[in-house]
């Protein structure tokens, strides 16, 4: 099956500094991803779309300039967290949609991101 | 708007024994029904949907769920558990009426199961 990739797979950062997290689909072309933040014993919760060539689309309550979106080609879409707080502590999970599929999604294996 | 609903946190059940992992669901069209498995480091991996047809389904590792129109629910379940089946199941929902992303599921808040030895 298809295989989505997250770099890294955990990181800690100071309290205003900004993170970068890769998401790439490795043997299949995605011109959408999704962003999703789980919390412990919570959802996923959609963050945002992103796709390939023109700009992400933010679900309501997300902060388009914390949290940046870069989808650069049809293999990688890359969430920046700016100037993060201990708030943005969470685990960040991208996915794929299948392309013949119905709803499905292939799901990367998540960033934990803890902000000192 | 679309909603799930996971009203188990958790659920223990010995191995061998037949299992099931609750879900309800709210749309205003017609739903997509999807039952993903989270293994503890790894990325949340498909099991089976329900689009149109039969009300069971069948999907991986022995599981099938069953689409309840009148209940509006996709109980997920195991005729017999095994250790193996210990992770966080997620129940999801798409609704057919909502044009406004590709693809968006939305999500139940997960089921840890255990299976006991």
């Known amino acids: 099956g298809a295989v989505v990739s997250q770099h890294p797979s955990w990181v800690i950062c100071k309290s205003g500094t900004s993170v970068k997290i890769e998401c790439r689909s490795l043997?299949?072309?995605?011109?959408?991803m999704f962003w999703y933040r789980q919390f412990p014993k919570q959802s996923l919760m959609l963050m945002a779309t992103?796709?390939?060539?023109?700009?992400?689309?933010?679900e309501q309550g997300v902060e388009k300039d914390k949290f940046l979106i870069n989808h650069a080609s049809l293999t990688l879409s890359t969430l920046t967290v700016t100037s993060a707080h201990p708030e943005d502590s969470s685990f960040y999970i991208c996915?794929?949609?299948?392309?013949?599929?119905?709803?499905?999604?292939?799901f990367g294996p998540g960033t934990r991101l803890t902000v000192t | 708007a679309q909603s799930v609903a996971q009203p188990e946190d958790q659920v223990n059940v010995a191995e061998g024994n037949p299992l099931t992992v609750k879900c309800t669901y709210s749309?205003?069209?017609?739903?997509?029904l999807f039952w993903y498995v989270q293994y503890p480091n790894r990325g949340l991996q498909f099991l089976l949907k329900?689009?149109?047809?039969?009300?069971l389904v069948k999907g991986s590792y022995g599981f099938e769920a069953e689409f309840n129109k009148s209940q509006t629910s996709f109980h997920l379940k195991k005729p017999s558990a095994l250790v193996s089946d210990s992770a966080l199941y997620f129940c999801?929902?798409?609704?057919?009426?909502?044009?406004?992303?590709?693809?968006?599921?939305?999500f139940g808040t997960g089921t840890r199961l255990t299976v006991i030895p």
């Open positions: 749309v205003s069209g017609n739903p997509y």
């Open positions: 996915s794929a949609p299948w392309l013949e599929g119905e709803g499905e999604q292939y």
């Open positions: 329900y689009i149109t047809g039969d009300n």
């Open positions: 992103s796709n390939e060539g023109s700009k992400a689309t933010y």
């Open positions: 999801a929902v798409r609704d057919t009426l909502d044009q406004t992303g590709a693809n968006n599921l939305f």
């Open positions: 043997d299949f072309q995605a011109t959408t």
